[in-house]
């Protein structure tokens, strides 16, 4: 892989707002944006909408390889759009949310996306985000930023996301999603959920979203 330099890689786990952040954050930097969770999100999408049976490994990963997948910036907000179907809600639904670690963990999945991860950085200076961005998927990248924040403030959070969508959430059931997401991102065999040693800490539990934006362009201006 060849030496990164203007990228922003951001990670963190579920629910700690990475996508809010990074969107504003290549907004004030002039970068593009790279929603990695997105594209294993709208995988588990195609392949439940497919009604391809999880566990079969090798129909997993035929489909995410065939997967349509086209992400686009309109208005300032980033679209997903799978097979010409806006899904950009639809991958945040607590279906997909339940399924999407029978996806993430698949070594030759995950193997596929970053391939395109990283094509769409060597592109253009990005913004990425997800769980192994800067350990994985641009180790080489000088702005390396861990998120974080509390469970029960990222259980709050995801709730007022999906609630101003117009979806319905169990606050309770939605905490314990984001437990066991962690979990499972922790534990994993490929690229688990780590803190890079030179990623900086952003603990943004009694922060403000403006807040959490300044501290990560700051750091960024100061490398980049």
Known sequence: MSEITDIVAIDGPAGVGKSTVAERVA???????????????????WALHRRIDLDDTEAVVASTRALPLEMREDDGRLRVLVDGQDVTVRIR???VTREVCR?????????????????????QPTVAEGRDICTVVFPKAKCKVFLDASLEERARRRAAQLRAQGVDVDLEAL?????????????????????AEDASLV??????????????????????
């Not at 391939?115 to 060597?122: M, V």
Request: glycine share 4%; with cysteine.
């Open 203 to 224: 603990d943004t539990t009694a922060m403000t979203l403006d807040e959490v934006v300044d501290r990560v362009v700051c750091l960024a201006r100061e490398v980049l």
């Open 175 to 195: 905490r314990q999603g984001i437990l066991e997401r962690d979990e499972n991102t922790r534990q994993r065999r490929e690229s688990p959920l780590r803190r």
């Open 93 to 95: 639904f607590p279906e």
């Open 103 to 123: 996806i993430d963990q698949n070594p030759q999945v995950r193997q596929h996306l970053v391939s395109l991860q990283r094509a769409f950085g060597a592109k």
């Open 27 to 45: 907004q004030a930097l002039g970068f593009a944006y790279l929603d990695t969770g997105a594209m294993y999100r709208a995988a588990t999408w």
